[in-house]
């Protein structure tokens, strides 16, 4: 068996066998600042994760309290349901590899994510301490929308928000429906929509409190109808539609839209947008170090299957 140090809170392999060199996993052993509080906070409840996960044929065995404690953060910080949690995190992990490996926040397919998809993250809370992420189309051209590599960037995205920022309990996604037509869902896809949506409900770093859909169009709601059926309860209870925009604006604060939501807020969405492109890209060298830590703990499986430690 591969000995183990500690580096800081960090255990990283120090085995000849080992294919993945520790300076490249040790990116994850420095968590934000904006979540030292919550380590600090639940340091033995994260200690209790840890120990119920070692043995687990999935899960990294060096995963980081940052990591942990942002998983925990979607559950109440309980120990159970977190530990549940990670767990079915990494076993769906493991079967989207399409989406969890090759992240890259500067490859061409980025590039083109950036290009098609507007998505923000606005600055000011709810009343309630949501964070709003904002999602819609810039580019109305189906062909341009490659479904398997704007789900991947979509979900590092939404990891690098949880890592840059400080721990939010809920969001609320705003999702819209202009430009959107049927062949932004092809067919031959679903399959990879469920397997993503499950991933998303089940195991997303962000925990999304409510969705309103604006700009919904009888195009959105054929869409919503072929999506449906992989939605849980949960989701399709938080779901509002809404015609414009002036809609939503009844519904939120205004002062924490920008114009384009039909609120007051200073800035706009590409400006906000460029700031999230700017937060994703910084974390390049987390998606890297997060990836080659999955793909050691595979390399330690495959070798107690197969009885080569």
């Not at 189309?137 to 479904?147: G, W």
């Not at 920022?165 to 399959?191: C, D, F, Q, R, T």
């Not at 770093?205 to 969705?211: E, F, H, R």
């Not at 499986?301 to 430690?309: C, F, K, N, P």
Request: glycine share 4%; proline share 5%.
């Amino acid at each position: 068996m591969s000995q183990l140090k500690e580096d800081g809170c960090n255990k990283i392999s120090t085995s000849s066998r080992n294919l993945y060199p520790p300076a490249a996993l040790a990116v994850l052993a420095s968590p934000h600042a904006a979540h030292l509080n919550k380590i600090e906070e639940h340091k033995m409840a994260i200690a209790q994760v840890r120990e119920n996960l070692k043995n687990d044929l999935y899960v990294p065995n060096d995963l980081t309290d940052t990591q942990i404690v942002e998983f925990m953060n979607c559950v109440d910080f309980d120990v159970t349901k977190s530990t549940a949690y990670i767990k079915s995190a990494y076993q769906l992990k493991k079967g989207m590899m399409l989406v969890f490996m090759q992240r890259e926040p500067f490859s061409e397919e980025a590039s083109l994510f950036w290009r098609v998809v507007d998505m923000a993250v606005l600055p000011k809370l709810t009343t309630d301490g949501c964070r709003l992420i904002y999602f819609g189309l810039r580019d109305p051209e189906p062909a341009n929308f490659q479904t398997v590599a704007n789900m991947r960037m979509f979900i590092m995205a939404e990891e690098a928000i949880v890592r840059c920022g400080e721990l939010i309990a809920s969001y609320v996604m705003i999702l819209n429906g202009e430009k959107m037509s049927l062949g932004h869902v092809p067919i031959n896809k679903l399959g990879f929509l469920k397997q993503s949506i499950i991933y998303l409900q089940e195991a997303s770093l962000i925990n999304v409190k409510k969705i309103h859909f604006i700009n919904a169009s009888s195009i959105v709601e054929k869409t919503y109808s072929l999506l449906r059926p992989f939605l849980c309860q949960n989701v399709t209870e938080s779901l509002a539609f809404y015609a414009n925009t002036a809609a939503l604006a009844s519904c939120l604060d205004p002062s924490i839209l920008p114009t384009e939501l039909g609120g007051t807020m200073p800035g706009s969405i590409d400006y906000y947008k460029e700031i999230l492109k700017t937060v994703v890209e910084k974390c390049a060298p987390y998606f890297k170090s997060e990836e080659l830590q999955r793909m050691k703990k595979a390399q330690e499986a495959i070798q107690y299957l197969t009885g080569s430690v």
